[in-house]
């Protein structure tokens, strides 16, 4: 069977010009980056498409296919006729490198040129990356000049970023030898950056402009928050990131449109891709796919209660992908016998696919479907337990086959899609804007995870108090936890019941305009596993890239 990267490099590409032309895109509103891949301009005011977000179960070690299902849920929806567009996240170098390879689909669901996208693609995140150091630079450099402003050292928050799994550099220290102001400073990877986040919220240059400015770095020893406008720095991080807040226009293998733009990660940022991007696609098509990262609990509770809300826009239909390998997982099935039939660990690891419906149904009020991406090793009696679960808890499941059919496999999702995102709906929220911080949290962990409530550290409080003080009490909160359970804890699987949620640390991100409530053991800059992925990827004599998946 051919890799990812040679179906990919097999695949007879359509000029972008004709992709852009396709979704009535004019010659002028159009910045080529080769053949394959451009940015985007014009006007996308009028929003009209209807949107699909897709998210998924709690992901485990045999993987979901989320983005692999999003991208033959389009060209399955292009074969039934429809204008429709992918808005897609970018990749991280991070992941690229570490442990899950690449990020643009796979098998015959995959979005194209994979090796440029998965790589360097129009430089976005490395611009992003120069910005955010920027700021740090000048941060830094003011300090050794005289210091103007009074910043301390000891309250400096703004931190440097990388877009790779580094952990030597999460706490290190700057300024050594006379070389600057001696003092402790902490990396985060670029995908977690409040630079990031804040590209992928704003609405508009301008806004983007705004809210670099406002970045709180530190504070002064009077104890006031010093903001990156105070050190004049909002206009050359805006200028470094001119073309980065473009939308970028590549497609699938079967040449639908797919928008690609923004890359925060869900576990430790609000995990969308851009508004820009978003507002793009759903002016340009009549139906848009998008994605968010990780678990519904993570990536569709920050699309739903933070990007929804900041955008003004609501999906039309929430599609939630899940594996029977992945669910037989959380029922507590050995790793190496997942491809035998097990309809005990299946209903025992079901309840987390139900959570997350329930979420989708009765917290937020939207139209659910379920797509389950098919696995040969799947029994009649384990697909029987699956359909038949998952119409108790009130939804469809489809089986779909996009990783070795494409659009042709993704067809009847599509059309359960389609018929789902024309019911009428209204989308709620998990908790109101204009209450405290806590009980935000609180009402996150309760109606989202399912768990009793939060615990807060003695910081944690302190800070949410200084926070509410200074005026910022009605800003979204973005949870950080693990990715692999509903809890804070890695290792409570399915639908654990009676937990606590404890959050150790906040983090005003005023640029943003959300806040972190940081989670058991999250850490903002992951580190590489003991074999990256790093170390299956090879280029020969004529370019051609290998390992790449």
């Known amino acids: 069977m051919l890799s990812d990267i040679e179906i990919a490099e097999n695949c007879a590409l359509r000029d972008i010009a004709d992709v852009a032309a396709e979704l009535g895109i004019a010659p002028q509103n159009l910045e080529s980056y080769g053949r394959f891949k451009a940015k985007i301009g014009g006007d996308f005011s009028a929003r009209k498409a209807k949107l699909v977000l897709v998210t998924a179960i709690n992901p485990t070690a045999s993987g979901e296919g989320k983005t692999t299902v999003s991208i033959g849920l389009a060209d399955g929806m292009r074969k039934l006729g429809k204008k429709v567009c992918l808005a897609l996240r970018e990749p991280s170098l991070g992941p690229v490198f570490g442990i899950k390879g690449g990020a643009a689909g796979g098998g015959y669901a995959q979005i194209v040129p994979m090796e440029d996208i998965n790589l360097h693609f129009t430089g976005d995140l490395h611009a992003i990356t120069a910005a955010n150091n920027l700021l740090c630079a000048v941060l830094d450099n003011h300090i050794f000049r005289g210091n103007e402003l009074d910043i301390d050292p000891e309250k400096i928050y703004f ?62 020893r009077r104890g006031e928050y010093v903001y990156a406008r105070d050190l004049k720095a909002e206009g050359a991080m ?90 037989k997982l959380h029922g507590g099935a050995d790793k190496t016998t997942l491809s035998e039939e097990n309809l005990e660990a299946l209903e025992a690891g079901m309840p987390n696919l139900v959570k997350h419906i329930e979420n989708i149904k009765n917290v937020y009020k939207k139209p659910v479907v379920v797509a389950m991406n098919r696995f040969a090793s799947d029994t009649q009696a384990e697909i029987d337990l699956v359909m038949r679960m998952t119409e108790y808890a009130g939804a469809q499941a489809v089986f779909t086959d996009v990783f070795l059919q494409g659009g042709e496999g993704g067809k009847e999702l599509a059309a359960a899609v389609v018929k789902a995102a024309n019911q009428p709906s209204r989308l709620a929220y998990s908790y109101d804007l204009r209450d405290g911080v806590v009980k935000k949290i609180d009402d996150i962990v309760k109606n989202v995870y399912g768990g009793d409530g939060a615990e807060f550290s003695e910081l944690a409080l302190r800070k949410i108090e200084d926070i509410e003080k200074r005026g910022y009490k009605e800003l979204p909160v973005i949870i950080a936890k693990t990715q692999y359970s509903l809890s804070d804890n890695a290792k409570l699987l399915a639908r654990p019941q009676g937990f606590t949620v404890h959050v150790r640390d906040v ?23 003991k074999h990256p992925a790093a170390e299956r990827i090879d280029i020969d004599e004529a370019g051609k890239i290998s390992g790449l998946s």
Request: hydrophobic letters at 45%.
């Open 159 to 220: 931190r440097r970023c990388l877009d790779m799994n580094d952990r030597a550099l999460r706490n290190v220290t700057v300024g050594r030898g006379g070389e600057g102001v001696e003092r402790e400073e902490h990396f985060e990877i670029t995908a977690a950056c409040e630079v990031m986040a804040i590209l992928c919220l704003a609405t508009s240059l301008s806004d983007l402009k705004r809210r670099l400015g406002n970045i709180i770095v530190g504070e002064n």
């Open 238 to 327: 805006c200028t470094l990131l001119k073309d980065a807040i473009k939308p970028n226009l590549v497609q699938t293998l079967e040449g639908t449109p797919a928008i690609v733009h923004g890359g925060p990660f869900a576990n430790i940022a609000h995990g969308c891709n851009s508004i820009q991007a978003t507002y793009a696609a759903m002016s340009l098509a009549d139906y848009v796919v998008t994605e968010a990262g990780f678990g519904a609990d993570l990536g569709a509770e920050k699309f739903l209660d933070t990007k929804c809300r900041i955008a003004g826009i609501e999906p039309d239909c929430v599609v939630v992908v899940a594996t029977v390998k992945a669910l």
């Open 507 to 529: 983090i005003l991100k005023g640029g943003a305009e959300f806040i972190v409530a940081v989670a058991g053991n999250i850490m903002l800059m992951p580190g590489l596993g």
